[in-house]
């Protein structure tokens, strides 16, 4: 089936410093979400895109979170300044319209030091 | 505040046997309930899906019970499998769009 790709699958960064989390939805997809799992909990949504902006966010997208896909590449989720309390799974998924079926990717584990 | 439950946490069934996961909700207005399966180190699968028009839906050893009135739903593998072992969350939405609501999971594992 459509494959969501994510990239990096694991990344440890120290308190305070920026990351970027790359994703690589479906080719033909339009719509483009973030979720966050914390070890033990359920996914909760964060965020989601449509034609270059953001479409409906959570109380969960902090001011330090930001989205963007430039020029129809990666879709990335970005945190500046992150906080330990950013560890967690993020998820990517994507989907061709508003109302069908999501797609996820296997998700980046960020560890916050 | 969690507007889906998933029960039981974890479900142990031996192989042949029909495991029965359950799922309530809160919110009125959900009206799409997917059921994705997740294997150790993937993201989560599309399993089976059901709108709230319907009250049962099935494909295969997998069927979805739906009930409008109590809020609730489950969802019942038939012949259970080693290789059904995985979490299974519940999920919903509005008619407003495709934003995924989660349940918990349920851990499911299949003893041959």
């Known amino acids: 089936g459509p494959k969501v790709l994510q990239i990096p699958s694991h990344q440890i960064i120290d308190m305070g410093q920026m990351v970027t989390l790359n994703c690589d939805p479906v080719s033909n997809h339009l719509y483009f979400y973030w979720y966050k799992q914390i070890l033990g909990q359920q996914m909760e949504f964060l965020v989601n895109?449509?034609?270059?902006?953001?479409?409906?966010k959570s109380k969960l997208f902090k001011d330090q979170f930001s989205v963007e896909r430039p020029d129809g590449s990666y879709f990335t989720l970005k945190i500046q300044p992150t906080a330990l309390e950013d560890s967690a799974v993020y998820f990517c998924?994507?989907?061709?319209?508003?109302?069908?079926?999501?797609?996820f990717g296997a998700g980046t584990r960020l560890s916050v030091l | 505040q969690q507007q889906v439950r998933q029960s039981p946490q974890s479900l142990t069934v031996w192989e042949g046997e029909t495991a029965i996961l359950n799922c309530s909700y809160e919110?009125?207005?959900?009206?799409?309930f997917p059921w994705y399966q997740q294997f150790p180190g993937e993201g989560p699968a599309l399993l089976i899906a059901?709108?709230?028009?319907?009250d049962k839906k099935e494909d295969g050893r997998f069927t979805i019970f739906f009930n409008k009135r109590e809020k609730k739903l489950s969802l019942h593998i038939t012949d259970s499998q080693p290789g059904d072992s995985a979490t299974y969350f519940c999920?919903?939405?509005?008619?407003?769009?495709?934003?995924?609501?989660f349940g918990g999971g349920t851990r499911l594992t299949v003893r041959p």
């Open positions: 895109f449509y034609n270059g902006k953001v479409m409906e």
């Open positions: 998924a994507s989907s061709l319209r508003s109302q069908n079926t999501l797609y």
């Open positions: 919110n009125s207005a959900f009206d799409y």
């Open positions: 059901i709108r709230s028009v319907s």
């Open positions: 999920a919903a939405s509005g008619n407003a769009g495709a934003k995924l609501t």
